[in-house]
């Protein structure tokens, strides 16, 4: 009997599951919210014709022409996941502020959440200007428009994604004033220094490093280490930055701070998964909050899988090995089929070098470079002095008393930010309805049941 697989994403996890479970007979419905296939990694336009800014562009047309054996719907707003009696995924169909979109439910076999992570870009004085925006809404513009938000930017925060964004901002004929990483060398020494014999199998990185520094020394951009943007400056827009060497911890040093013209920022400070459909289906989390899965990507959920960021930060690479593992383990194949081998090395490997990425953690002493008046949540202009009034209050009353989290993004900006700052114990990451749906339509979703039901 052919087993029905329904897949959430169709980023490079979501595609590898996808592909992997159809070559092993699965029938495969691929649900992802963008207007294409291809997530956050492959959000290119197609009509570009810099492939530079086109990371692995025959994986990517390779994977697109084996899902085309797929039913595939994008712009789908999965809003609720049932896994505790079968599989049952509900959705919208259709652009996420339109009317009258088309309902559908999907019961499958089988489940791959693959729905990836999005960038975090913890709050700096300022940095609400216009020019500010995160590093990876600044790779977007360059992938998908090859355009720049300034003429001269500063790329700040931590972790090697920010050579790729100050790559793309070169590409698409922006200035990179400088690159600003607060980890600093000893740290990124020990870290990827620790047993570099464990590397050496993932060389196609080294490669892809040795390019970004190449085109950082052509360009001569500054790459500093060890240092931060602890203020951001303008009155209009972005016209300028304060950089302050940072210690282990993080905490800004006395005394070394200097200002950097410039007109645009760039702020990535790592990456927040996407938990909120894993939660609803009961998936078992981690300490470090990810979802917890054995060697076939299998959670704690009966016929429930997950690859990608959600699981662990590692990449495009990491991601395409798991999810290549997690499609064909839905469809029910074994992990001795010689069909996935392939798949089972590159996920050793990249696991590898995703434990490296530790050593660009968020260190608690980012805070101390906050001041009263510094907004920390952006949908309801919720300054750092006005969560400190209701930080040691239950959850319920802080959020009902400052409004942190309950605007538009709903916390998803700046939900792990106040949960930092705050004791009142508040999971953003946990939703009834996992996106955006107005209430007629869920009035007219809930008639419909009770019709069918009759």
């Known amino acids: 009997?052919?087993?029905?697989?329904?897949?959430?994403?169709?980023?490079?996890?979501?595609?590898?599951?996808?592909?992997?479970?159809?070559?092993?007979?699965?029938?495969?419905?691929?649900?992802?919210?963008?207007?294409?296939?291809?997530?956050?990694?492959?959000?290119?336009?197609?009509?570009?014709?810099?492939?530079?800014?086109?990371?692995?562009?025959?994986?990517?047309?390779?994977?697109?022409?084996?899902?085309?054996?797929?039913?595939?719907?994008?712009?789908?707003?999965?809003?609720?996941?049932?896994?505790?009696?079968?599989?049952?995924?509900?959705?919208?169909?259709?652009?996420?502020?339109?009317?009258?979109?088309?309902?559908?439910?999907?019961?499958?076999?089988?489940?791959?959440?693959?729905?990836?992570?999005?960038?975090?870009?913890?709050?700096?004085?300022?940095?609400?200007?216009?020019?500010?925006?995160?590093?990876?809404?600044?790779?977007?513009l360059a992938k998908r428009d090859g355009a720049t938000i300034g003429a001269r930017t500063v790329v700040a925060g931590s972790g090697p994604f920010l050579l790729p964004v100050a790559e793309g901002i070169a590409l698409a004929g922006g200035s990179v004033v400088e690159v600003v990483e607060a980890a600093g060398v000893g740290a990124i020494a020990r870290g990827w220094g620790r047993a570099p014999w464990r590397l050496a199998a993932v060389a196609g990185k080294s490669g892809e490093l040795a390019g970004y520094v190449g085109g950082l020394l052509r360009r001569r951009t500054p790459y500093r280490f060890?240092?931060?943007?602890?203020?951001?400056?303008?009155?209009?827009?972005?016209?300028?930055?304060?950089?302050?060497?940072?210690?282990?911890?993080?905490?800004?040093?006395?005394?070394?701070d200097r200002t950097v013209e410039c007109d645009s920022v760039a702020l990535g400070h790592g990456f927040t998964p996407r938990l909120e459909a894993a939660i609803q289906a009961g998936c078992d989390l981690s300490t470090e909050r990810f979802v917890v899965v054995d060697d076939r990507q299998a959670t704690s959920v009966a016929s429930v899988f997950a690859a990608g960021e959600i699981t662990g930060i590692g990449g495009?690479?990491?991601?395409?090995?798991?999810?290549?593992?997690?499609?064909?383990?839905?469809?029910?194949?074994?992990?001795?089929?010689?069909?996935?081998?392939?798949?089972?090395?590159?996920?050793?490997?990249?696991?590898?070098?995703?434990?490296?990425l530790d050593t660009h953690a968020i260190r608690p002493g980012w805070t101390s470079w906050l001041d009263d008046d510094t907004i920390i949540c952006r949908c309801e202009s919720v300054t750092r002095a006005r969560l400190d009034e209701y930080a040691a209050a239950s959850s319920r009353a802080m959020r009902l008393a400052t409004r942190a989290g309950l605007g538009a993004c709903q916390g998803r900006t700046c939900g792990r930010t106040v949960e930092t700052l705050t004791a009142a114990g508040v999971d953003f990451d946990r939703r009834p309805v996992l996106s955006s749906i107005r209430i007629g339509e869920l009035a007219r979703l809930h008639h419909a049941e009770h019709k069918e039901q009759e």
């Open 1 to 140: 009997m052919t087993r029905r697989v329904a897949i959430l994403g169709a980023g490079p996890a979501g595609l590898a599951a996808a592909d992997a479970a159809l070559t092993a007979g699965a029938e495969v419905i691929l649900l992802d919210e963008g207007e294409r296939i291809g997530g956050q990694f492959w959000r290119h336009h197609e009509q570009l014709t810099d492939r530079r800014m086109q990371h692995q562009h025959a994986r990517f047309a390779q994977l697109r022409r084996a899902v085309g054996a797929a039913t595939v719907h994008c712009e789908a707003s999965v809003w609720r996941v049932d896994a505790d009696r079968g599989i049952r995924v509900h959705a919208l169909l259709g652009p996420a502020d339109a009317s009258g979109r088309e309902a559908i439910t999907i019961d499958a076999d089988a489940l791959v959440i693959a729905t990836g992570a999005h960038d975090r870009a913890l709050p700096v004085p300022g940095w609400t200007l216009p020019g500010v925006i995160t590093a990876g809404a600044a790779q977007a």
């Open 226 to 256: 060890g240092q931060a943007v602890t203020r951001i400056h303008g009155v209009g827009g972005v016209e300028a930055v304060t950089v302050q060497r940072v210690d282990a911890r993080w905490r800004p040093i006395p005394g070394t």
């Open 316 to 356: 495009a690479d990491a991601a395409l090995a798991e999810g290549a593992v997690a499609g064909f383990a839905a469809a029910g194949g074994a992990l001795d089929d010689r069909r996935i081998r392939g798949a089972l090395r590159a996920r050793t490997r990249m696991h590898a070098f995703a434990a490296r």
